[in-house]
């Protein structure tokens, strides 16, 4: 079966980085595109960023510039580097599976939780 697992996630101080990662089983991320959702207190989940079969990368505009989706088809991992991190920047991270322009898909992983202090 398909199973997605996030790491990465921590406390950090604003201006610091975090890198996260997606490691799946069961699927193929290269036939796939996939995206990193996050959800705050109170919130509800949104894209943060997401990236095609082909290489194409989209993002939410409050992240632009500061955190970059990429792939290892080779490990089966997604990533996201996560660079000037600010306080709002905390939730918990979430890789989804397969990923539609029109909406995220089936497959979730647990979550990794990303606190920003000020």
């Known amino acids: 079966q398909v199973q997605l697992v996030e790491s990465g996630g921590g406390l950090v101080q604003a201006g610091e980085s975090l890198r996260l990662s997606c490691v799946a089983s069961?699927?193929?991320?290269?036939?796939?595109?996939m995206g990193w959702y996050r959800q705050a207190p109170g919130k509800q989940r949104e894209l943060v960023a997401a990236?095609?079969?082909?290489?194409?990368?989209n993002y939410a505009d409050s992240v632009k510039g500061r955190f970059t989706i990429s792939r290892d088809n080779g490990k089966s991992t997604l990533y996201l580097q996560m660079n000037s991190l600010k306080p709002e920047d905390t939730a918990v991270y979430y890789c989804?599976?397969?990923?539609?322009?029109?909406?995220?898909?089936?497959?979730w992983g647990q979550g990794t939780q990303v606190i920003v202090s000020s």
């Open positions: 989804n599976a397969p990923w539609r322009l029109s909406g995220p898909g089936g497959y």
């Open positions: 069961g699927f193929i991320i290269r036939l796939n595109a």
């Open positions: 990236i095609t079969s082909g290489g194409g990368t």
